[in-house]
């Protein structure tokens, strides 16, 4: 993996408390923008520690969207 950017998806509220040693998992993008590959991993933490990470790799395409015409 040559990544250069990554993205992840924040919580914008959590509905219960957090127990910080229960398992956790946050998905993590990583994308080598030059050659256009994205590697999505999800990530598994168990008492703050990562115990597992799963992921696949695939190409992407990125563009404009354009305005459309005025009727």
């Known amino acids: 993996m040559n990544a250069d950017t990554y993205r992840f998806l924040g919580w914008d509220f959590m509905d219960a408390p957090a127990n910080a040693c229960s398992e956790h998992k946050i998905e993590v993008e990583f994308m080598d923008t030059r050659a256009k590959v994205v590697s999505?991993?999800?990530?598994?933490?168990?008492?703050?520690?990562?115990?597992?990470?799963?992921?696949?790799?695939?190409?992407?395409?990125?563009?404009?969207?354009?305005?459309?015409?005025?009727?």
């Open 40 to 71: 999505r991993v999800e990530f598994t933490f168990e008492a703050g520690r990562v115990v597992s990470a799963v992921g696949w790799q695939r190409s992407f395409q990125t563009g404009l969207i354009q305005d459309a015409p005025a009727h």
